[in-house]
């Protein structure tokens, strides 16, 4: 391609063009759909189907949030099936709960967990592939681990579904000088401190061919190509300089008088109140990447949404408080269900074990067992029968295969996101439902990028680089973790995963517009065309050192997730106008016979939000319903 499009020419012709389809009553996703050019190439293994969410899961959803199946049909299949807890949803909190149910229940008790994805896991999944004889692993959406006090309930957690050795060992260097720093997860920037990362200035700021600034921290930014004032407050932020006169004091509990503070204002309004910042440089240089766990930019999220992670009191080594397995948290989910289901996975209950072994898919819905996985299960419908608090029972619905199933239960934990939980469950209370309708959730692609070696990284000298314009944001060379599966050591010449985060933020528009916006501009996008522009944007930024696209890039998964984030807009937490929170209705009692768990209600997205969600939902089912 001699002339290659911008980002701005590509949406507004994509755009045009879905306009037209809309018109004939097509949407983006039919155009993409014909041949499903929306999916694009999996990988290799067992999570070679389940890259994000396909085309068929997306079928799936789309048939609920549309009322495809309102009323139900004639047809629906009973199973004859009648459980004591249904979980819906196969992600961190539908395992968890399934663990803490069994781990509650009489010996006789069952309980089935509905999972709409072709494998367990949720966004914590992995993708694998097969580079040159060697067998390469990213994450797909759910990444950090932290490490806990050896006494507090995560930590026993841990422990008992296999992770023994809290802390994690990494790869160690075996390449030339100079000896780079290497970042531990892919959002650390551990280059940025020793003067070995870069910021690639392109088109947008008056760059014809663009332009790398090396070691931004050490030289002060001189270089860029911003004024000298946005040099200041950026070179502030960058040094964790505060304007304020008292120091910055961080919450110390949930809903004190700090956090309860931080909730009533966005996060922007606190950066610029904390660090002198205008509004131009939060949303020019800090958006989306700051506020990026949360999905949007800091002009959309309260300004707890920052914090809020901090409340589960991580226990920091020497470099910091954030690990990550190769995979992601795909292995806390494969030692969820190897605890669970010891069949399903062979070999010993540890990470090695879960890392080195390959599910046994048949074990995980086998006749007779306590706890069952049933996967490509997609949930349609949920509703007691008769008066909710008079039932003794609850009908659940789900689609598989083209056929709708019945099965029943005595309790019942939503574990599955809000965009679904809001639509399947049938006799939802107005209050609950208006209080899922303050949920807001934005989506984010991981598009994870297979090179054969990473030499044009170490020729600039760098481990990790930050952009401002195009595809994503930053990425990073990651030393892995340990597992059993990986080389003991790397270098250059590694064949590595550089793993591309595509946030969707439009600074300015509602919280729930800028999730809107940024679901129909993934989905509109065929795969074909992101990989098109992840190519010419390595090259544009990389040629220059020996990149060739062709030769390097040994293949590019993209995992699209519509609703990756919650993303909490100012008096998410905490309420607001002395109304409670949304997210209270929801978490302090069942509503009849169902619970609701996810980490959504946490209103932030930590693996170790989903399992304490988990655990209250299942508590309280036992408590107050099946008791």
Known sequence: MENPITRRDFLGSTLLASGAALLTGVTPLDLLAENDNLTGYGGVGEYRNSNGNTLDVLRAGHSIRDGLYDPLPQDVIDTGETCDCVIVGGGISGLAAALFFQRQAGPQMKCLILENHPIFGGEAKQNEFAVDGKRLIAHQGSAIYQLQYPHSFLAHFYDSIGLKAPKLTYQKWAGPSPKLTLSRTPYEAAGLAVGQYGFWFGTEFGQKSGVWLIDPLGKKLEGAPVSQGTRTEWLRWLKGGSVQEKPFQHPKVEGDDISRYLDSITLEQHYMERFGLSRETVRSFLSPVEGGGSGLGPDALSAYSDYAFEMLHPLADETGTDQMFPGGNATIARLMVKTLIPAAIAGPNSVEGVCRNRVQLSALDAPGSKARIRLSSTVISVQHEGEADKSNSVTIVYLRDGKLYRVKAQSVVLAG????????????????????????????????????????????????????????????????????????????????????????????????????????????????????????????????TGFDAQRDIAGIILNRWGHAYLSPQPGFFFGRE?????????????????????TDLAGAMDHRFSILEAKRAVGQLFDQVLS
């Not at 002395?578 to 996810?598: D, S, V, W, Y």
């Open 417 to 544: 996101g809000n965009w679904t939980s809001k639509h399947i469950v049938k006799d939802l209370p107005t209050a609950h439902r208006d209080a899922y309708d303050q949920f807001y959730r934005s989506p984010c692609m991981m598009a994870n990028v297979a090179v054969r070696n990473w030499r044009f990284l170490h020729r600039m000298g760098i481990s990790g680089c930050r952009w401002f314009e195009g595809i994503g944001n930053y990425m990073e060379v990651c030393k892995l973790a340990l597992t059993g599966i990986e080389s003991p050591t790397i270098g250059p010449d590694s064949p590595v995963v550089l793993s591309v985060k595509v946030l969707y933020s439009y600074p300015g528009e509602p919280t729930e517009e800028q999730g809107n916006k940024g679901r129909r501009e993934m989905m509109s996008t065929s795969f074909k065309d992101y990989e098109t522009r992840i190519r010419e944007q390595f090259t544009e930024m990389f040629a220059g």
């Open 578 to 598: 002395g109304k409670p929170a949304a997210r209270e209705i929801l978490r302090n009692a069942p509503f009849g016979r169902t619970a609701f768990a996810n």
